[in-house]
């Protein structure tokens, strides 16, 4: 008979070493940060991506009649029937492709269906490419399948322009996923029409799912976003993660949705009931009135954050020796801070602690951005030309 000392301390499952990375550290700024603010500090927070504008009001009215109405029970697993109506029209219009209910699962936030996508894909012993800068959580939905994540650094001389041959030069008998983001985060990065058709063609020619994170899809402050689900070539290996939260100022009603074809979806919905047993009424029809009413807020967001974005690049430019990268979209602009000495870790610590300005290590987003920092626009202009006043100020005086 085997025993077992109860003295002894207690062990987890081998997956939760998966998503202690790196990127899951980058947020110990913000939460120092949150505490100093909760002291009665003045900080100015540039870390999480939070849209710092209300919900609009036909969005919050629709919530309201739906909590009125008794919206309040269970829902279908794979989402309310009008939803995923609307989420298959709204993405038939933007791609110009058929897409059918079938093929639609909601989810509590992109987050979350990407999450369950990469469970429905990967898993031990498979490898999941990620485009390097990434978003700081693609570490740790990829460990938490068991399967490898595989770096591929565009470097950042080049702009991060995509580099098609380092891709494919990373792809091998075990690679299961490429994972897309564009308009990217950290980078800013909004890839063209022919660097996204050749992904697709790649794919499609090595066998090999794209995943296509599109949630700052609406924000794009030059050319328009294109997405993989425009061409034909990779349908039958494309899934579509999105979300209201960047586009309608939702972030906080966590809804979001995948698309890919209906034998995955089939899977999706099973992970949906393991998890969540399905996404509230209300904030359901809340998405509704989002998709189908008014969209005034997209190009009001859009306009706003490219007012932003120019207004921090200005007042960046005089913080010496910082070396800023120029975003065409989202919500962040990247910073090299390696001529001061320092690794953005360092850097954005001592920057909170002397001039309680709170930004995120570049090492959150990939070891080829570790001396980078990220900047949020997600404050007011007069607020971010503050937080260049207190960092040239701290620069000089360091």
């Not at 953005?344 to 290590?361: K, N, S, T």
Request: hydrophobic residues 45%.
């Amino acid at each position: 008979m085997v025993t077992r000392d109860v003295n002894e301390a207690p062990r987890f499952a081998a997956r939760t070493r998966g998503v202690l990375t790196c990127g899951s550290a980058g947020w110990a700024v913000s939460d120092r940060a949150a505490t100093m603010v909760a002291a009665g500090a003045d900080v100015i927070q540039l870390t999480v991506g939070d849209v710092d504008v209300a919900t609009p009001a036909h969005i919050l009215a629709a919530a309201r009649r739906s909590l009125d109405a008794g919206r309040t029970h269970y829902a279908p697993i794979a989402g309310e029937p009008a939803l995923r109506e609307a989420i298959a029209a709204h993405a038939a219009r933007r791609y110009g492709t058929r897409v059918t209910t079938a093929q639609v699962v909601v989810f509590p936030g992109a987050q979350c269906a990407l999450f369950s996508t990469l469970q429905c894909l990967a898993g031990p012993g498979d490898e999941v490419i990620l485009l390097e800068p990434i978003y700081a959580t693609y570490e740790a939905v990829v460990g938490a399948t068991g399967a490898t994540s595989v770096p591929v650094s565009l470097r950042a001389d080049d702009g991060f322009t995509l580099q098609l041959e380092l891709v494919e030069a990373a792809i091998t008998a075990r690679t299961r996923v490429l994972l897309l983001n564009t308009p990217n985060n950290p980078s800013g990065l909004v890839l063209g029409a022919g660097d996204v058709a050749a992904l697709a063609a790649l794919c499609a020619r090595r066998g090999v799912w794209l995943v296509s994170d599109e949630v700052y899809g609406e924000l794009t402050f030059g050319a328009p976003h294109v997405s993989p689900a425009s061409s034909t070539l990779i349908a039958e290996r494309l899934v579509v993660v999105n979300s209201l939260s960047k586009s309608h100022a939702m972030t906080g009603w966590r809804i979001g949705w995948a698309i890919g074809p209906a034998d995955l979806a089939a899977h999706l919905t099973a992970f949906a009931q393991a998890q969540l047993f399905g996404s509230p009424p209300f904030v359901q029809d809340a998405a509704v009135a989002a998709l189908t009413g008014p969209q005034d807020i997209c190009e009001s967001l859009r306009a706003s954050y490219r007012q932003r974005r120019d207004a921090l690049l200005e007042g960046l430019r005089s913080c010496r020796p910082l070396r800023t990268f120029r975003p065409d979209g989202g919500m962040f602009v990247l910073v090299d801070v390696s001529a001061t000495g320092l690794d953005g870790g360092a850097f954005a610590d001592r920057l909170l602690a002397g001039a309680a300005v709170a930004v995120v290590p570049g090492a959150a987003f990939g070891a080829s951005v570790a001396d980078c920092v990220r900047l949020g626009l997600t404050v007011p202009v007069p607020r971010l030309q503050q937080a260049c006043e207190r960092l040239g100020a701290w620069l000089r005086g360091r």
